[in-house]
């Protein structure tokens, strides 16, 4: 028997919170919930039983919350970040140029909303390129 329904984000916004990123971002909890909230409210296909959140199939993912630099700077959740089975913090890589995160900005085509959240769709994690160095030219 599976439990209630709920938003397929909702398990994402839920580690996010755990994750501490209201307090990066400066906010409580309910207002770093408010600023997620819309996405909350996006109809998006097959809703997922509690607890198990949907699982990356073949390397790909139907939906990834995003929250942006203008609301939590990138170097604030660096550490946050986790390989599987690894406790060790994330790092930035001493091999970025000088500015380390900077560098890395939406296209400004996009369109983001203003709202430090979006959130991608049928995102390819790329698994055909782990282990693989990357060619100098």
């Known amino acids: ?7 397929p984000l909702q398990p994402q916004v839920d580690r996010l919170v755990d994750l501490g990123y209201p307090a990066l971002a400066g906010l409580d909890e309910a207002a770093f919930r408010g600023r997620l909230a819309p996405l909350l409210a996006l ?11 949907p699982p990356a199939e073949d390397g790909h993912l139907r939906h990834v919350v995003v929250v942006d630099r203008t609301l939590v700077p990138p170097e604030s959740t660096v550490p946050l970040l986790r390989l599987p089975g690894s406790a060790k913090p994330g790092i930035v890589d001493r091999h970025h140029p000088e500015g380390g995160l900077d560098a890395y900005l939406p296209l400004p085509e996009l369109d983001l909303p203003p709202s430090g959240v979006y959130l991608l769709a049928d995102v390819d994690r790329g698994e055909e390129f782990c282990g693989v160095p990357p060619s100098r030219p």
Do not use: F, Q
């Open 43 to 53: 109809e998006l296909p097959e809703p997922v039983a509690v607890p198990s959140p």
């Open 1 to 7: 028997m599976s439990g209630p329904v709920r938003h």
